[in-house]
């Protein structure tokens, strides 16, 4: 089965800073992969997607790669703010392409 | 206006109780889901429907059965709630099925606590 993991539960970093967050996955080959935020009591929301014949999308601040090869996405939120400090879900479809499975996420808290 | 709506919001019931959830979304989308957010944050697909056709029944107790009166709602009935039910359970939709292109539009959740 579909495995995915987000390497780092916490991340802390400064504000301005650039926050890197991985995703790596096993067992499949996704047509494509997408990036969630989410914030305490509140439902996720959809960032970027990313599809597998593109290395790399951009939306302002926010950067995602994407290597087929690693099995491994990276995404970047560069000049950090506070208001960037959320939790960062990764997904990708299952073989159907009928649902997203979620990483566990990695909680980004950016200081001041 | 709220795009993907769910009721109630906070849910405290005893073990053995029959709930429902309620899912409504307002985006014209034909594919509503339901997900389970355990106590680690761990999101999992429970339920897809498709114009209200179920597409996706992930190993899910049949104590949980998924209504779909029209393709805009998505109910979520629970009978005998036990005490490993409590989580947060969250709606969401999509324009299509095959989510090749479509992002995944997520209600803000409901807390169900069983004691």
């Known amino acids: 089965s579909q495995k995915i993991e987000q390497n780092s539960e916490a991340l802390n970093i400064q504000e301005g800073k650039t926050a890197t967050l991985t995703c790596n996955y096993t067992n499949y080959s996704p047509a494509y992969l997408q990036w969630y935020r989410q914030d305490p009591g509140r439902g996720p929301v959809f960032l970027l997607l990313i599809r597998e014949n593109e290395k790399e999308k951009r939306k302002e601040r926010l950067k995602v790669t994407f290597d087929t090869t690693l099995k491994q996405s990276l995404f970047h939120i560069t000049a950090s703010q506070p208001a960037d400090s959320a939790t960062y879900l990764c997904?990708?479809?299952?073989?159907?392409?009928?649902?997203?499975?979620f990483g566990k996420g990695t909680t980004l808290s950016v200081s001041s | 206006d709220t795009a993907v709506s769910q009721t109630p919001k906070y849910l405290v019931t005893q073990m053995g109780n029959d709930k429902s959830i309620k899912c409504e979304q307002n985006?014209?989308?034909?594919?509503m889901y339901w997900y389970k957010q355990d106590s680690k944050k761990f999101l999992k697909i429970m339920f897809s429907?498709?114009?209200?056709?179920?597409?996706i029944n992930e190993t899910v107790p049949n104590r949980f059965s998924p209504k779909s009166p029209d393709k805009a709602h998505l109910n979520l009935h629970i009978n005998s709630l036990e005490l490993g039910d409590s989580a947060v359970y969250f709606c969401?939709?999509?324009?299509?099925?095959?989510?090749?292109?479509?992002?995944?539009?997520f209600g803000p959740g409901t807390r169900l606590t069983v004691l």
């Open positions: 969401a939709s999509s324009q299509d099925q095959g989510l090749r292109t479509d992002t995944q539009y």
């Open positions: 429907y498709n114009n209200k056709e179920l597409i």
């Open positions: 997904a990708l479809s299952n073989q159907a392409g009928t649902a997203l499975i």
């Open positions: 985006l014209g989308h034909d594919t």
